[in-house]
């Protein structure tokens, strides 16, 4: 029989050895370098995933996007995240495949270092990222965009380019916090436009109910806005009217916006609103060719189709 002491003592010294084996691996060069490989590969894989470029690999392996997604530069080394099914979107691209946009210089001339900007219904988001270049660090950005398909891509456009000053809504918005029926486009997927009528809508349209908010409500308390962009398909003007307060506390703000008479009919009274904006001292100016500014009339206007610049800040 084995004395409990020599048991003992036996046992302390397979102990001693399999510690020292560990020891031993541990301080071992050869196990210290393939640890510390391992260890680099769990960091680079997701890392090259993330940032991966979806032009060049060919596939789309950003968030677990479509791989109908393309990545297109823009003219400041910029790369937009879009669905290459989007029709429309291949004519904002010149020769070359950048995507440049002739009022680019009017944004630049609105907007400075350390500035807030609003950019609603903001699709791929070529807008929202020279608004985000042109104020900088110091400066935010809110992207607005119903679309959660094109807000998801957009998600990935943000990390892609390492910008921390734009703030991603999900969401649409209308006047007043309410259900909305949404009209969609499959082959102009950044444009949409608010059905007032459920018996207008066709069999074959995409229209989805969204619960749309008010600017004022969704971004309770922001003020001093430089610029506020509204992409509409004639409802830009119930954004307009939600959007009261924090015009009221911006008071160097600027609206851009697109403008067809007949079609603002249809939710709104644009003369009313344009009478409201004037009492405010806002002045109307019409956008042609990016950067050909020019004050209008009411009356102009009631026969213009087009972009409009609405502002305090009289334009040279």
Known sequence: MVKYEHRKEY??????????????LIRNPKFQFVIALVGLLLILIPVSIIFMDPSVTGRNMMCGLKDSIIS??????????????????????????????????LIQRLLKPGDVAIDVGSGFGYYAVMMADRVGENGVVHYLEPREDIAK????????????????????????DASILLERYKDNMQTSRIILDS???????DVVIYNARKLDNLLHGLKDVKLLRINS?????????GASLIIASSPHISIMMNWDPNQ??????????????EEL????????????????????????????LITKEHIE
Do not use: C
């Open 264 to 277: 603002i009919k249809q939710y709104s009274n644009p003369i009313a609103i344009l009478e409201d904006m």
């Open 199 to 205: 018996k207008a809508v066709g069999a074959k349209d």
């Open 72 to 105: 297109i530069p823009t003219a400041n080394n910029y790369k937009i995240l879009a669905d290459s099914k989007d029709a429309a979107i291949l004519k904002s691209i010149k020769e070359g495949g950048v995507w440049t946009d002739n009022m680019l210089p």
């Open 153 to 176: 891509i957009f998600s990935a456009t943000k990390v892609l380019n390492g910008l921390h000053n734009i703030a991603i809504h999900n969401v649409a918005t209308y006047s007043t």
């Open 281 to 308: 001292g806002f002045e109307i100016w019409s956008i042609q060719n990016g950067n050909d500014i020019r004050l209008v009339t009411r009356d102009f206007l009631m026969n213009y189709v087009g972009d409009i």
């Open 233 to 241: 398909m004639g409802d830009g003007l119930m954004t307009l009217e």
């Open 11 to 24: 046992n302390q010294r397979l102990a001693d050895e399999e510690r020292g084996f560990w020891s031993k």
